[in-house]
Protein backbone atom coordinates (compact mmCIF):
# COMPACT_ATOMS: atom_id res chain seq x y z
CA UNK A 1 0.00 0.00 0.00
CA UNK A 2 1.64 3.31 -0.85
CA UNK A 3 2.03 5.88 1.82
CA UNK A 4 1.47 9.78 1.26
CA UNK A 5 3.29 12.00 4.02
CA UNK A 6 1.95 15.58 3.82
CA UNK A 7 4.36 17.93 5.97
CA UNK A 8 3.44 20.84 6.48
CA UNK A 9 1.60 24.06 8.67
CA UNK A 10 -1.68 24.89 9.73
CA UNK A 11 -3.38 24.83 6.26
CA UNK A 12 -1.83 20.94 5.92
CA UNK A 13 -3.19 19.98 9.80
CA UNK A 14 -6.86 21.70 9.00
CA UNK A 15 -7.06 24.90 10.98
CA UNK A 16 -10.23 26.81 9.67
CA UNK A 17 -10.27 30.44 9.38
CA UNK A 18 -9.30 32.01 12.92
CA UNK A 19 -12.38 33.93 13.92
CA UNK A 20 -11.27 34.14 18.18
CA UNK A 21 -7.62 33.53 18.62
CA UNK A 22 -8.47 31.66 21.76
CA UNK A 23 -9.91 29.12 20.22
CA UNK A 24 -8.83 25.58 18.61
CA UNK A 25 -10.37 24.45 15.22
CA UNK A 26 -9.52 22.05 13.13
CA UNK A 27 -12.00 20.55 9.85
CA UNK A 28 -12.49 16.95 10.18
CA UNK A 29 -11.45 14.15 8.02
CA UNK A 30 -12.84 14.33 4.29
CA UNK A 31 -12.72 18.26 4.49
CA UNK A 32 -9.13 18.72 5.22
CA UNK A 33 -7.34 18.89 1.82
CA UNK A 34 -4.22 15.64 2.74
CA UNK A 35 -7.85 13.48 3.54
CA UNK A 36 -9.64 14.92 0.31
CA UNK A 37 -6.18 13.75 -1.66
CA UNK A 38 -5.93 10.41 -0.52
CA UNK A 39 -9.43 9.71 -0.89
CA UNK A 40 -8.89 11.00 -4.84
CA UNK A 41 -6.11 8.93 -4.89
CA UNK A 42 -8.19 5.95 -4.50
CA UNK A 43 -8.57 2.79 -1.48
CA UNK A 44 -5.15 1.21 -1.82
CA UNK A 45 -3.28 4.56 -0.22
CA UNK A 46 -2.29 5.42 3.26
CA UNK A 47 -1.99 8.99 4.35
CA UNK A 48 0.19 10.36 7.02
CA UNK A 49 -0.48 14.35 8.36
CA UNK A 50 1.90 15.78 9.65
CA UNK A 51 0.62 19.32 9.78
CA UNK A 52 1.65 21.70 12.64
CA UNK A 53 -0.25 25.66 13.23
CA UNK A 54 2.65 27.41 13.22
CA UNK A 55 5.32 25.68 11.64
CA UNK A 56 8.02 27.53 9.99
CA UNK A 57 10.46 26.03 7.20
CA UNK A 58 13.47 26.61 9.38
CA UNK A 59 12.85 29.05 12.34
CA UNK A 60 12.76 28.97 16.07
CA UNK A 61 9.55 30.93 16.70
CA UNK A 62 9.64 33.39 19.93
CA UNK A 63 6.72 33.46 20.89
CA UNK A 64 5.30 29.85 19.75
CA UNK A 65 8.73 27.71 20.90
CA UNK A 66 11.47 26.28 19.05
CA UNK A 67 9.34 22.90 18.22
CA UNK A 68 7.74 24.88 15.24
CA UNK A 69 11.63 24.93 13.35
CA UNK A 70 10.56 22.40 10.40
CA UNK A 71 13.93 21.44 9.97
CA UNK A 72 14.07 18.73 13.02
CA UNK A 73 10.46 17.85 12.86
CA UNK A 74 11.16 16.44 9.40
CA UNK A 75 13.84 14.27 10.46
CA UNK A 76 11.81 13.12 12.87
CA UNK A 77 8.85 12.54 10.66
CA UNK A 78 11.08 10.51 8.20
CA UNK A 79 12.00 8.49 11.27
CA UNK A 80 8.88 7.95 12.85
CA UNK A 81 6.95 6.85 9.91
CA UNK A 82 7.52 5.00 6.95
CA UNK A 83 8.57 3.63 4.44
CA UNK A 84 6.81 6.71 2.21
CA UNK A 85 6.89 6.46 -1.14
CA UNK A 86 5.40 10.79 -1.59
CA UNK A 87 5.83 13.37 0.67
CA UNK A 88 4.37 16.55 -0.02
CA UNK A 89 5.74 19.75 1.96
CA UNK A 90 3.85 22.89 1.83
CA UNK A 91 5.91 25.59 3.98
CA UNK A 92 6.94 29.73 3.94
CA UNK A 93 3.64 31.21 5.06
CA UNK A 94 5.02 31.59 8.58
CA UNK A 95 7.89 32.20 7.63
CA UNK A 96 6.62 35.55 6.06
CA UNK A 97 5.46 36.85 9.75
CA UNK A 98 6.88 40.03 10.39
CA UNK A 99 8.87 38.61 13.49
CA UNK A 100 11.01 36.73 11.18
CA UNK A 101 12.30 39.80 9.35
CA UNK A 102 12.58 37.46 5.88
CA UNK A 103 12.80 38.59 2.24
CA UNK A 104 11.60 35.95 -0.33
CA UNK A 105 14.51 34.45 -0.98
CA UNK A 106 15.77 33.76 2.66
CA UNK A 107 12.09 31.41 2.91
CA UNK A 108 13.04 29.82 -0.44
CA UNK A 109 16.38 29.11 1.49
CA UNK A 110 14.74 27.34 4.07
CA UNK A 111 12.02 25.28 1.96
CA UNK A 112 15.40 24.10 0.08
CA UNK A 113 17.26 23.41 3.37
CA UNK A 114 14.15 20.78 3.85
CA UNK A 115 14.34 19.47 0.56
CA UNK A 116 17.92 18.65 0.47
CA UNK A 117 17.21 17.13 4.15
CA UNK A 118 14.26 14.38 2.29
CA UNK A 119 16.98 13.84 -1.14
CA UNK A 120 19.22 12.75 1.52
CA UNK A 121 21.37 9.70 0.79
CA UNK A 122 19.91 8.41 4.78
CA UNK A 123 16.54 9.21 4.10
CA UNK A 124 15.58 8.19 0.54
CA UNK A 125 18.15 4.94 1.46
CA UNK A 126 15.87 4.32 4.57
CA UNK A 127 12.57 4.77 2.69
CA UNK A 128 13.72 2.88 -0.80
CA UNK A 129 13.19 6.30 -2.26
CA UNK A 130 10.21 9.13 -2.32
CA UNK A 131 9.19 11.75 -4.80
CA UNK A 132 8.24 14.84 -2.99
CA UNK A 133 6.00 17.52 -4.39
CA UNK A 134 6.80 21.21 -3.40
CA UNK A 135 3.45 23.51 -2.83
CA UNK A 136 3.85 26.76 -2.68
CA UNK A 137 1.15 27.69 -0.51
CA UNK A 138 -1.33 30.85 -2.06
CA UNK A 139 -0.19 34.46 -0.90
CA UNK A 140 -1.61 35.93 2.43
CA UNK A 141 -3.80 38.84 3.12
CA UNK A 142 -2.92 40.76 5.88
CA UNK A 143 -6.65 41.34 7.07
CA UNK A 144 -8.51 39.86 10.17
CA UNK A 145 -7.54 38.96 13.90
CA UNK A 146 -3.94 37.78 13.06
CA UNK A 147 -3.28 41.07 10.26
CA UNK A 148 -0.48 42.36 12.92
CA UNK A 149 1.72 38.91 12.86
CA UNK A 150 2.00 38.94 8.53
CA UNK A 151 2.51 43.02 8.94
CA UNK A 152 4.60 43.08 5.75
CA UNK A 153 3.76 39.52 4.70
CA UNK A 154 1.97 39.78 2.01
CA UNK A 155 4.34 41.43 -0.71
CA UNK A 156 6.86 38.85 0.65
CA UNK A 157 4.56 35.94 0.16
CA UNK A 158 3.32 37.39 -3.58
CA UNK A 159 6.85 36.50 -5.00
CA UNK A 160 7.59 33.30 -3.78
CA UNK A 161 5.69 31.09 -6.66
CA UNK A 162 8.32 31.68 -8.99
CA UNK A 163 11.14 30.92 -6.65
CA UNK A 164 9.21 28.21 -5.69
CA UNK A 165 9.16 26.89 -9.09
CA UNK A 166 12.85 27.30 -9.60
CA UNK A 167 13.88 25.26 -6.85
CA UNK A 168 11.68 22.28 -7.51
CA UNK A 169 13.22 22.36 -11.23
CA UNK A 170 16.75 22.78 -9.82
CA UNK A 171 16.08 19.78 -7.16
CA UNK A 172 14.04 17.89 -9.79
CA UNK A 173 10.85 17.48 -7.70
CA UNK A 174 7.24 18.09 -8.56
CA UNK A 175 5.98 21.52 -8.17
CA UNK A 176 1.98 22.82 -7.51
CA UNK A 177 1.25 26.40 -7.21
CA UNK A 178 -1.63 26.59 -4.67
CA UNK A 179 -2.22 30.35 -5.79
CA UNK A 180 -3.40 29.27 -8.43
CA UNK A 181 -5.64 26.96 -7.72
CA UNK A 182 -7.35 28.81 -4.48
CA UNK A 183 -6.95 32.01 -2.34
CA UNK A 184 -7.05 32.40 1.57
CA UNK A 185 -9.87 33.26 3.63
CA UNK A 186 -10.57 36.93 3.52
CA UNK A 187 -11.85 36.14 7.60
CA UNK A 188 -8.03 36.04 8.40
CA UNK A 189 -5.92 36.18 4.99
CA UNK A 190 -4.11 33.17 6.08
CA UNK A 191 -5.97 30.03 6.12
CA UNK A 192 -8.33 27.59 3.90
CA UNK A 193 -12.20 27.26 4.16
CA UNK A 194 -13.97 23.79 3.36
CA UNK A 195 -14.56 24.78 -0.49
CA UNK A 196 -10.23 25.57 -1.34
CA UNK A 197 -9.40 23.04 1.04
CA UNK A 198 -11.59 20.39 -1.70
CA UNK A 199 -10.31 22.34 -4.62
CA UNK A 200 -6.43 21.86 -3.05
CA UNK A 201 -6.84 18.44 -2.20
CA UNK A 202 -8.00 17.08 -5.76
CA UNK A 203 -5.26 19.27 -7.33
CA UNK A 204 -3.04 17.70 -5.09
CA UNK A 205 -3.88 14.12 -6.00
CA UNK A 206 -3.71 15.40 -10.44
CA UNK A 207 0.20 16.24 -9.22
CA UNK A 208 0.87 13.10 -7.39
CA UNK A 209 -0.49 11.40 -10.21
CA UNK A 210 1.82 12.71 -12.27
CA UNK A 211 4.88 12.46 -10.38
CA UNK A 212 4.57 9.14 -10.30
Same mark, same amino acid.
Given at each position: ?????????????????????????????????????????????????????????????????????????????????????????????????????????? *????????????????????????????????????????????????????????????????????????????????????????????????? *?????????
Amino acid at each position: MPVLLTFGDSNTHGTPPIIDRAEYRRFGPGIRWPTVTQAALGAGWDLVEEGLPGRTAQYDDPVMGAIMNGRPALRMALQSHGPIDVMTLMLGTNDVKTRFATSPEQ *VVAGVAGLIDVAQSLEYQTRHGGFRILLICPPPVVETGPIRLEFWGGAARSQALAPLYADLAQSRGVGFLDAGQVISVSPVDGVHFDESAHAKLGHA *VADAIKALI
